[in-house]
């Protein structure tokens, strides 16, 4: 995903000049500036205490606080670990706004003061350290500045509305969960669904959102390479798992280049390899897993089947007997593609150039990111929904990376920091744009 242009210097990112003597903009960024030193600490409590996927009970336990203290109906536990906060305030539409909670079992390199020193016990017992990298603290924070600037302004918006956590998106499973425990069925039907993401591709200060497909499928496969082992020294009395399972790895880097039409937009990565205890020990398997982004369910289905092919006739080729094939399980649940309802995503776009500026709202480009965000817009009757682009990089760094072409850590990396001002600021002014254009007072 690649903006269109790039922002303007930090010390330029105000909100565009108003026009009234009574502005909702300036009111918006009068409470958002005072409302930062106290989110600014949350976000810091949350960067410190990272939980895992289906593991977020601290988080949800300080968003429920947070919602109840300010008036919200708040309801947990829904689909797991999810939190629904809901407002009514008159007659009007019903708009949904979401924040993910989970982190990664990623030990952080980041050198920040506040940086993550957690480790955690999954539930199969073994220890991971574990980071906020890929945004989502600074979504929870953003999620509670939007509450607390939309409950100060009642007298500005009419409708309900329904601040959401959601919990296990990197597991792709909390979005599911929470839709079959009555997200759309217990609280008040939305007539829109938005959220943010937090994105190392754009600078902090920048927001856009996609018009029409937005984030890729995404599909998980494991592949277990067997062969049988021996000793190090004598590998022509084995069948080296290792070595097939590495021949397997750079065939698969030809799926997309080599049997997709050009253009295609596809992922095929393999994101951990394990196998072997010691360096003189040939072990009798390797497991490999992978992740499959597309935009097209017929490219994953293709791309499935050719993993499939590849493993069989490179293990053939080896000389592996017919009963030690590898074993490749691809996950029944295929993580749809996001696609941005159209009408709302312009409408949105709109609204960030309103109060953003035209400079502040790049065009941007479909990414392979996978979001179990998607499982909103896929309910019947469909709800419209979109979720929305933020940048994080600290803009300076970004500009020197551009000239120089040294690369930027994205998400997920053990050295992703977003810049918490003006990422913080834009997520809840964005946010907060966007819901009060969805419920105007008519």
């Given at each position: 995903?690649?903006?269109?242009?790039?922002?303007?210097?930090?010390?330029?990112?105000?909100?565009?000049?108003?026009?009234?003597?009574?502005?909702?903009?300036?009111?918006?960024?009068?409470?958002?500036?005072?409302?930062?030193?106290?989110?600014?600490?949350?976000?810091?409590?949350?960067?410190?205490?990272?939980?895992?996927?289906?593991?977020?009970?601290?988080?949800?336990?300080?968003?429920?606080?947070?919602?109840?203290?300010l008036g919200f109906e708040v309801t947990e536990k829904v689909g797991g670990l999810g939190v629904v906060g809901v407002?009514?305030?008159?007659?009007?539409?019903?708009?949904?706004?979401?924040?993910?909670?989970?982190?990664?079992?990623?030990?952080?390199?980041?050198?920040?003061?506040?940086?993550?020193?957690?480790?955690?016990?999954?539930?199969?017992?073994?220890?991971f350290p574990t980071m906020h990298a890929c945004g989502h603290d600074s979504h929870v924070t953003a999620l509670l500045g939007t509450a607390r600037t939309l409950a100060?302004?009642?007298?500005?918006?009419?409708?309900?509305?329904?601040?959401?956590?959601?919990?296990?998106?990197?597991?792709?499973g909390g979005a599911r969960a929470m839709l079959q425990d009555g997200l759309f069925t217990r609280f008040p039907h939305p007539d829109f669904v938005i959220a943010f993401h937090t994105l190392a591709d754009l600078p902090a200060g920048q927001v856009a959102c996609i018009e029409g497909p937005a984030y890729a499928n995404v599909d998980s496969v494991d592949i277990t390479v067997r062969g049988y082992g021996g000793h190090g020294s004598r590998p022509h009395t084995t069948r080296d798992p290792v070595v097939l399972a590495a021949e397997i790895v750079g065939m698969l880097q030809t799926i997309v280049s080599r049997e997709l039409k050009p253009g295609t937009p596809a992922v095929v990565t393999v994101g951990t390899i394990h196998g072997g205890t010691r360096r003189n020990i040939i072990p009798d398997e390797v497991k490999l897993e992978l992740t499959i982004r597309s935009y097209d369910e017929?490219?994953?289905?293709?791309?499935?089947?050719?993993?499939?092919?590849?493993?069989?006739?490179?293990?053939?080729?080896?000389?592996?007997?017919?009963d030690r094939m590898p074993v490749v399980n691809a996950s029944e649940y295929r993580s749809p593609v996001v696609v941005n309802?159209?009408?709302?995503?312009?409408?949105?776009?709109?609204?960030?150039?309103?109060?953003?500026?035209?400079?502040?709202?790049?065009a941007l480009e479909p990414a392979t990111y996978g979001e179990d965000f998607a499982e909103y817009g896929r309910t019947r009757p469909k709800v419209p929904v979109a979720i929305i682009s933020v940048g994080g990089t600290d803009p300076v760094k970004w500009d020197e990376a551009k000239k120089t072409g040294a690369p930027l850590p994205g998400n997920h990396s053990a050295l992703f920091a977003p810049l918490p001002e003006?990422?913080?600021?834009?997520?809840?002014?964005?946010?907060?744009?966007?819901a009060l254009e969805l419920l105007a007072k008519k």
């Open positions: 995903m690649k903006p269109s242009r790039l922002v303007f210097p930090v010390v330029a990112l105000a909100l565009a000049p108003f026009g009234r003597a009574d502005d909702l903009h300036q009111l918006v960024a009068q409470k958002v500036n005072a409302e930062y030193p106290a989110l600014f600490e949350i976000y810091k409590d949350l960067h410190q205490h990272p939980e895992l996927s289906f593991m977020e009970v601290r988080t949800a336990g300080i968003v429920a606080k947070e919602l109840r203290a407002m009514k305030n008159g007659a009007g539409p019903t708009v949904f706004v979401r924040a993910d909670m989970d982190a990664l079992p990623v030990k952080e390199e980041t050198g920040l003061p506040y940086a993550s020193t957690a480790v955690t016990k999954d539930f199969t017992g073994q220890e100060a302004l009642k007298d500005r918006w009419s409708g309900t509305l329904v601040l959401f956590s959601q919990h296990a998106e990197e597991a792709i017929a490219v994953a289905d293709q791309i499935i089947a050719a993993i499939k092919r590849i493993c069989l006739h490179a293990a053939e080729a080896a000389g592996v007997p017919a309802d159209v009408a709302l995503a312009r409408r949105l776009n709109g609204v960030f150039r309103a109060w953003f500026g035209e400079a502040r709202v790049p003006p990422t913080l600021k834009t997520g809840v002014t964005a946010s907060v744009a966007a």
